[in-house]
């Protein structure tokens, strides 16, 4: 794929605006530094806060002209469509239930979607951005960041071309301790949105985190859930959604397992892991330890595959920036998927094939469906005390 | 405590004989191992193997002489019953279905009992013991052999100190890989009882190793099962009983958590982990980095405990051989039960009162039967599709 | 510290140029990814290659005007010089014996230099770039990145505040193995210059690596080398430079020590390490696990500091752009240098007071300089058979 | 080998009695562990204090006849020498400088000796007992115990297999921190006599430490040392001895190396490694890991040998008691080095061809010699300002 740049003098960026992400917000920073690492994204215009005097600030500590710093997401896909140079996608990273009013927003002013996870709060929503994206024929990436890192694109690979053989066990699993104590009745800003009802949905722990170990399992695995038998429980008295998530899984194939998350688990800042086994191997990844997986064909010595080591493959090798053992990270995973992300939309827009991107490992907005509908099994599930229930 | 020994030189031993463990089996041996390390115990008598041949070689082999070495357990339980220097204790290393009615003759014969686990194959005979254990006044340990291990004791010492606050949620998990092939079908002896309804009771991977994790969770927490929700499942194509369960557990005093078993899972030669975390710290402790505890107050740096060094408390010292560092491993922890056994033994036969042992730490017919029931209470749920089942 | 920004809508970056780093060339690329992060530095000019037509195609793939890719590195130095919107600084990443020559005339142009390590093969060019930067009263950052880590920031830190005590040892290793072949003699470019005693100097395996390892030696531990006992040899039959060091230190204040290097060592892709002990606690870092440092008081149970964790300092916390346990890396590390090298040049250039910088852990000239001087103290002492040989 | 039992029912016991190792010593007791373990020894005679009182209360509590508990080492040579069940072989345990003394008592006497290390104090008392013990034809065995271990063993296999191919480096390392403070001078006895000239030597932390760590690299790499160059020094003021060691090796057959050895360094409880690096592949072994083998074939991905597990050998599995990850530790090990060493001496004493032993791996009088020879050149070197100095 061959980008001409704007100025003329060499390639060319995919111009995008953001929505949410202002000063005091987290991940939206993350967005950002993702976008940058590799110079084929320019952030040219957002409505980065529902509080106008904090999104005109923050646009302007970015670089943003003050005529695209928008105090409402909703102008913004007006007048951004109707420039010439306006964004080609946007980003969305608001709280969980503004995503789908402004994902649908944008893709009915034909701008293209990169929305964080969860994809939305209901399974209703989930599936109206499916079928609207589909029937505008828009594209739309959801940032399950963590399918980006190359040792997870590697183990994907590995799956699949049948290194474990047939899969019998699949389990995720994502522990946190920052929710330990009670901070959100103590006025801590990310605590509180994301333990209301009205802002997370109707699990706190699994959309804020489980539905990155369960789609972290789906992309490794190659297999989606059939059905889960849920116990959610709270174990800060007086909160006011769910912390901790123990969940059984029946996995497409046959496979059986298990999702974790926990968010009161003292000792563990932010550990999440995927295990895989089949009746040839086994192969466990974990986010603390992201250039490294281990791969244990049985009867052999257990090894460890690193990026850009011995035994890694095309996919790992393709999106490493540093040689082995100079250690990439988080930031370098989710600017992974932002560079492909980049490849897909750009091309799209230009109506051109594809050809060196990798569409089917940039998680779309079917992949942020899976997340929901898995989420509200689980709650049905924990509904009929815990009750075997399918997707 | 003090021994007058035998020989009137220093101290006296305990005598004990075996059921089981002839040559071919596995347990036996690690049991002679555990005897031998601190030379508090004689094995002078033995119902080796249901083979006459191989009782005799294999009592021969250990030096046991020849009209002590016995073709059939009752009459050893008879015999040596009535004998002035005969056996204290038995030591019953049989297959599972075979611990219940050898357990009742030494019992009924006035011998204590040491019994490998699980106690019995049904909640049934698991009861019967308890109550004639009661009935007849004896001791009978079970050898739930990881509760042997200096850090474990450090672990259970940590939680009932408080340590770790108000438990909020309680994990144990057995890993192994030599069932991946269907070795069981194909004449491997071990495999082959193993995954046989008729000796290994209604659950193969529960009665071999879930026990394990189950007791081991119970033994550091300090909590027990109210309820378990269970899924378990056969990988291996053919296999007669279960060598997978997921299991949901809701523990006393309101922690949940989960119970995993696994045989089938590659690269996992022998990997039992226990996961305890309550409001103020989490700990960790793993069976293949024995000597090591995982200690996580909240707010504070993670630590590592090592067995002898700083931070170790008394109870993990007493059971010290060697100095930090210079590893103890399964022997040795193994040897702890033998050694607090042999005292505990050894006292109640002469009416004493202990004074150095610790019995509160040495398990007992009461935590094998819990074991049974755990199992049972696994198996019902799954009966009933996954619903939520007392024990 | 405040940017006016170009274009008047926010803030300002950095105009700087690039020598050395076209296609085909490793460091290079590091470089522009560090730059990219904060969005602090604009790369507008570069001599990226002695080729003209790669120096050219390079340009263009990096987005800089075809009339600021200059084929020689004095003209772009002269023409830059006299541009009103010229660089403000240089980046020099050629082969080793390039960076006295480059860095003099950029300097004697009036731009500040920022060079990769060492900063010359000779003692005799590092002490006259010492004289010539304080003559000319100009900036010289030395990209010796590893200084970068949150995790060594914060061990130096604790090293000054006195955590560790009086110092006893201090260890520095590097350890590769992409060198255990004889990949230079079969034409590969990376090995190739790095072996040729015209292009590296005088020891490869320290002007590569080793200076790595001493430098950050120095830079945790707040100590300087006092003299060398060095054995340097010569794995690979036929290699025209040594690829294994293994030299004895001396250390200011009274501390002994020893830095190892090795190219040659198979399973070590990139290990770099530092270990510290003093008469309190001892404390190690290695830069396969960057974000974490052992850190072991004496008598206390050892502990893991992680960036952003529980035990984290001020210049840990300041230079993390994720929380605890989302992973940063290498790039991140080369990044904090470049956004402190940035506000530090930017405010000399403005005559400007720094005031949130931290220009002390910016390695300098003079940290350049120590790490010549102690490659050519290796040389020496290597030479008299290993005798102690003063820095 | 067939033993026949004393008591005509099965094997028979090798016949050893001990010096030293009464109650208040360290290694006595760690002997006696390890002879238990695989019941072929009997210990049956003491000379266990200098301390008449201490020596009969040892001998009673281990179950010795008052007879054979012997105030004097030499009376005790005499009296078992003359004995028709007298022992066959003396176990030393002493402080090292009267290792010499009793062994030649004991040889003189006609009764095998196995000796902790290190054998002697000087050379030339190192080479009067090789000399000694050709000239008696005697067996004499030094408990360099690492060596039992059963991945050091594997090591020592695959390097004499070629796996690695052509050696290039071989870094031993043993770093303690028990005498971080001066606590020798705080009464506290081991500290006392391993710091004291007349007790220990002319280098404390090699005496005690040091020669484990290059007996071990010898062991492993199949090579000897031909020089060293040393840098010696006591890290805590007022101590009499060394405490650190840091010594520059040239191996036999080309390869280049390190010895380090500390006490004071915190956080290293005990920490005994090696590391050995050939143009084919790399191995490393960590006596706190003493179960695992990492492995690194150049260009092939990193894997960990376990003892018992897929890629171990004839030799590590032959010693093995224990399946694969049911851990192993020092006492096993230490018991591998008895097991063989009975049945060595066992054989020697009947006349008869070893056949199940593997004498070669049971370190001897010339083993314990190598390691008095390398602390002495290590010595030396120091003497001469770290001058390479041969062995």
Redesign the interface.
């Known amino acids: 794929m061959v980008y001409a ?1 704007a ?1 003329g ?3 060319e960026r995919l111009r995008v605006g953001m929505v949410g992400g202002g000063q005091g917000a ?1 991940i939206g ?2 967005h950002r ?1 993702a976008m ?2 590799d ?1 084929r994204i320019a952030l040219v215009a957002g409505a980065l806060s529902s509080d106008p005097a904090n999104a005109a600030a923050s646009a ?7 005529n695209r710093a928008y105090a409402d997401y909703r102008e913004m896909a007006r007048v951004e469509a109707a420039r010439p140079d306006g964004i080609e996608a946007v980003v969305i990273v608001t709280p969980n239930h503004l995503h789908a009013p402004v994902a649908t927003a944008f893709l009915e002013a034909g701008i293209d979607v990169i929305c964080d996870k969860p994809l939305s709060t209901t399974v209703a929503d989930a599936e109206a951005l499916v079928a609207l994206t589909a029937r505008l024929k828009r594209k739309f990436v959801v940032t399950l960041n963590n399918t980006g890192y190359a040792m997870v694109r590697q183990a994907r690979e590995m799956v699949a071309a049948g290194a474990l053989g047939r899969l ?2 699949i389990h995720g699993s994502y522990i946190q ?1 920052w929710l ?2 009670p901070i959100d009745a103590e006025g801590q800003k990310q605590a509180e949105w994301r333990t209301d009802p009205a802002r997370a949905g109707q699990s706190a722990v699994l959309a804020d985190i489980g539905v990155h170990a369960f789609n972290l399992a789906c992309f490794i695995s190659g297999r989606d859930a059939e059905a889960v ?1 849920a ?1 959610l ?1 709270t ?2 008295p007086g909160r006011r959604l769910d912390d ?1 998530a ?1 969940v ?1 899984v ?1 996995w497409s194939g046959g496979a ?3 999702i ?1 998350a ?1 968010q ?8 999440l892991s995927v ?1 895989v ?8 990844w974990r ?4 250039e490294e997986l ?13 990026r ?4 890694s493959f095309g996919e790992s090798r393709r999106v490493s ?12 995973a989710f600017a992974n998927l932002y560079r492909d992300a980049a490849a897909l939309i750009g091309a799209h827009r230009r109506g051109q094939e594809i050809d060196d991107a990798h569409p089917a490992l940039v998680p779309n907005v079917e992949d942020g469906a899976r997340g929901v509908r898995f989420v509200a099994a689980a709650v049905g599930s924990q509904a009929k ?4 229930t399918n997707l």
């Open positions: 740049t100025d003098t060499g390639n987290f920073a993350v530094y940058r690492l110079d302007a500590e970015l670089g943003i002209a003050p019998v066990s301790d330990t104590k038998a116990d429980f174990a800060v901790n123990h059984l029946r059986r397992g298990t974790l926990s009161t688990s003292p000792g563990h800042d932010n550990d295990r086994y089949g009746d040839k191997a086994g192969l466990e986010g603390t330890r992201p281990r791969f244990t064909p049985y009867g052999e010595e257990p090894r460890t595959i690193t850009g080591g011995a035994g920036r540093m040689p082995a053992a100079h250690p990439e990270g988080y930031i370098e005390d815990g009750a075997w």
